[in-house]
């Protein structure tokens, strides 16, 4: 039996916040490879996420602990739906090719995700081309318009 204990989540949220990428994963797939990937990643307020999709599967999160900030963009990067994981919802999923991002509200939050297929590291045209990379200049700026934006806002201007 694989069990994820509070106490673990309190050491992968200590590995978050020391990580530069202030994040910290904990498969329960065995292998990359599993046909259906579950892990619990430690995002600590700060880590960018750039808006993404994949379009080979749905994507179920939900909240173990903390709020994280769920938005829903259409190609242009407007955007289409906004929750907040952990406090107006549980558990979410999302459709294959819907573009997304995630923003950590709490210290110490961990999300939970669910993937059908392989892992498959995102590729360049399922990165949003509206959005910087990370360690690109304006990810700060994106992520405090995540903060205020509001169902039906245009593309963040860059």
Known sequence: MKQLTFNDLRKQSAQAANSPRLRAHHNFHPELSDPVQRLAIAMEPGTYVRPHRHPHTFELLTSLTGRFLVLNFDDLGNLTQRIVLGEDCKVLEMDAGTWHTVLS??????????????YQPVADQDAAPWAPAENEPGTAELMKWYTQAQVGDGGYPR
């Open 105 to 118: 509200l709490d210290e110490g939050g961990v999300i939970f995700e669910v993937k059908h297929g392989r």
